[in-house]
């Protein structure tokens, strides 16, 4: 059975960072494209980024230069740094996995992926 947990959200005031984690299990993580995606109360889920198997990455340009996501394989982790962090950025937080070709299919499609973890709550207050 796949799963996939997130941790690490909270609430922080504007600038404000947190990190948060995504531990996959009973999935041959090291060999998918994974993301993390967000939503806001009444909006679309959108892609935050996405994470090739080498590591290669593509952000949405809302978080660009704040955010950095990385993988470590050893641990079936994934983690998203979120820095300078911003009210706009309150959000479910999810990670998710899909077969590798979508990350270079530049699709940002939830449907695209396969996996889902339950996601962990962000809230940035001004």
């Known amino acids: 059975q796949v799963q996939l947990v997130e941790s690490g959200g909270g609430s922080v005031q504007a600038g404000g960072s947190l990190r948060l984690s995504c531990v996959v299990s009973?999935?041959?993580?090291?060999?998918?494209?994974m993301a993390w995606f967000r939503q806001a109360p009444g909006k679309e889920r959108e892609g935050v980024v996405q994470v090739d198997t080498d590591g290669r990455t593509w952000y949405a340009n809302s978080v660009k230069g704040r955010f950095t996501t990385s993988r470590d394989d050893a641990k079936n982790t994934l983690y998203l740094q979120m820095n300078n962090l911003k009210p706009e950025d309150t959000a479910m937080y999810y990670c998710?996995?899909?077969?590798?070709?979508?990350?270079?299919?530049?699709?940002?499609?939830?449907?695209?992926?396969?996996?889902w973890g339950q996601g962990t709550q962000v809230t940035v207050s001004s």
């Open positions: 998710a996995a899909a077969r590798p070709s979508v990350c270079y299919s530049a699709s940002w499609s939830p449907r695209d992926f396969d996996y």
């Open positions: 009973g999935y041959i993580y090291s060999r998918r494209c």
